[in-house]
């Protein structure tokens, strides 16, 4: 009698129209408005769908509202959402359910992290901060069921991108509040058995450790086009593990890719390896301000001067670009001025010297904080011996798993801070706001009121260029203040099983689901 083989995971999910995606890390939260991490907006982008969609070209589309208007001094814009959007239990998705999203994200005691997204809401700042206590003040206003009308405090040529991100999704009041308040961080109405998606697939499964199954929601208001009948996420860590799953043929897509094993795929598996600069992200350090001697404007300028980024990222298989700033190089109508990072080791000793350390001598010793999933020694290695050529200085290397690494910045329990700022809305001035002062995502300690007014000249300028020119300002004051470590803009890797059709990361972050589908054996 003849045996026939098995067929692998990812051969029998194929058949099943199930994807098996690597995700990194397991998820802390489903909350939309407290995802931080890109591997949570991951799961978040295939279960809730925003008001407004972004195309390969980052342009905008309709999603959950099929139109909108805006008013003629741009500062009032009306949302009509379809009259067939609905939850993952078939219940009617309402007006009600968008302006709630506003509410829940701008709650003082929710403590969200991306709160300042919103800020150009009329009152948004405002109620976050308590000054306010009546959301009804806020200019988000539910005009019946299907209609949204939301009044900002300036025009903003960013705004209906800012509204594809996944913060500003519609989320279920009622089961919110019919398990606490709005603003309560313990009220998991996102965990499996509670949560509600508005998006093409909804909670099945999820396993803590082991993976996170989505299936495709019915009630979906287009489901008809959606291909798949389910997805799984697979909490893979180590990029190195993600890629013997891949080859094992346990995985349809990974995460990422231990840059080192790049030149192997390029020569024998190429078909397979996608590698993409047009949405690559800004990789840097942030620096703790609040603590010594990094406190000093001189030391934090000379850590940024003794560095050789050509150097640095030469030892990356994948050509990374040096980074000329913070602000990645793709974003549209937006250039980052020349000249804000350059290699001067005569200017950094000079500062190191005039911040009372000369060569060094006397200057407390500094720790390099990473995690990586991918072998970052070399390149930790690497900032450590610059830093002690050039300057004197003592640099301590500590890494730790992602999740550590993540808390240990966002509770300012760091010096400096590795970082990959992965692009949520392609607009310079919505990047550069992570470090306005208002901004309860900034870790770094640092504030600057000119910084800030700079950011709110270009927020409110309509002209492109004089725009533009705000934020450029903006960027050079950054980069002299310097709270960061730019290192390097890092393109976007992966693994994916050729037969997988539809799959692309628009913006380096959204990606739309519902068009993945598998090409017929």
């Given amino acids: 009698m003849g045996c026939k083989d098995a067929p692998s995971p990812a051969d029998k999910a194929r058949a099943e129209g199930i994807l098996l995606l690597g995700n990194a890390t397991e998820c802390s939260r489903l909350d939309p408005q407290l995802a931080f991490h890109a591997s949570e907006r991951r799961v978040q982008m295939a279960l809730f769908e925003p008001l407004v969609g972004i195309g390969p070209n980052l342009e905008t589309l309709p999603a959950l509202a099929e139109h909108w208007t805006v008013s003629a001094d741009e500062t009032t814009y009306t949302f009509y959402l379809r009259k067939n959007a609905k939850w993952s239990n078939g219940e009617p998705l309402t007006a009600e359910d968008c302006a709630f999203a506003f509410e829940h994200l701008l709650s003082p005691n929710l403590g969200a992290a991306v709160s300042y997204f919103a800020f150009i809401v009329e009152g948004a700042e405002a109620f976050n901060q308590g000054l306010l206590t009546n959301f009804n003040q806020v200019g988000v206003k539910a005009l019946n069921d299907h209609t949204l009308e939301i009044k900002l405090t300036q025009p903003a040529q960013h705004f209906l991108r800012l509204m594809a991100y996944t913060a500003f999704v519609p989320i279920p009041q009622k089961v919110i509040l019919g398990l ?3 603003g309560d961080r313990r009220n998991h109405w996102d965990s499996p058995q509670h949560v509600l998606s508005s998006g093409p697939f909804r909670m099945k499964e999820w396993v803590l450790g082991s993976h996170l199954t989505l299936e495709k929601n019915p009630y979906y208001w287009d489901q008809a086009n959606v291909h798949l009948n389910g997805i799984i996420f697979y909490p893979i860590a180590d990029a190195r593990t993600e890629e013997k799953a891949f080859q094992n043929n346990q995985l349809h897509l990974t995460y990422g890719l231990p840059p080192h094993r790049l030149p192997y795929y390029q020569a024998h598996e190429p078909e397979v390896l996608h590698l993409h600069y047009d949405h690559s992200a800004t990789e840097l350090f942030l620096i703790n301000t609040r603590k010594p001697p990094l406190d000093k404007l001189e030391i934090r300028q000379a850590l940024n001067l003794a560095l050789d980024r050509k150097a640095l990222t030469g030892l990356f298989p994948d050509k990374r670009a040096p980074a000329l700033g913070f602000v990645p190089s793709w974003i549209p109508d937006y250039q980052t001025p020349e000249g804000l990072l350059p290699f001067d080791i005569p200017k950094a000793q000079a500062l190191i010297a005039k911040a009372g350390y000369p ?3 006397g ?12 072998p970052y020694g070399p390149i930790a290695e690497a900032l450590q011996a610059m830093w002690k050529n050039n300057l004197g200085l003592n640099v301590r290397i500590e890494q730790s798993d992602a999740k550590t690494n993540f808390y240990n910045i966002i509770t300012g329990n760091f010096d400096l801070g590795r970082l990959v700022w992965r692009v949520e809305c392609a607009d310079a ?9 208002n901004c309860p995502a900034n870790p770094t300690g640092w504030t600057d009121t000119h910084f800030d007014n700079l950011l709110a000249q ?7 260029k004089k725009r533009e020119h705000y934020f450029q300002q903006a960027e050079t004051r950054l980069m002299e203040a310097a709270p960061i470590i730019p290192l390097a803009y890092q393109p976007v890797i992966y693994l994916q099983k050729p037969y997988v059709k539809g799959w692309k990361i628009q913006g380096a972050a959204f990606i739309p689901y519902k068009n993945i589908y598998f090409e017929p054996n």
């Fill in 180 to 182: 606490g308040s709005a």
């Fill in 359 to 361: 060569n060094g001598e």
């Fill in 363 to 374: 200057a407390p010793p500094i720790t390099l904080m990473y995690s990586a999933s991918t």
């Fill in 429 to 437: 001035g919505v990047i550069l706001g992570f470090f306005a002062s």
């Fill in 458 to 464: 270009g927020f409110a300028e309509k002209d492109l």
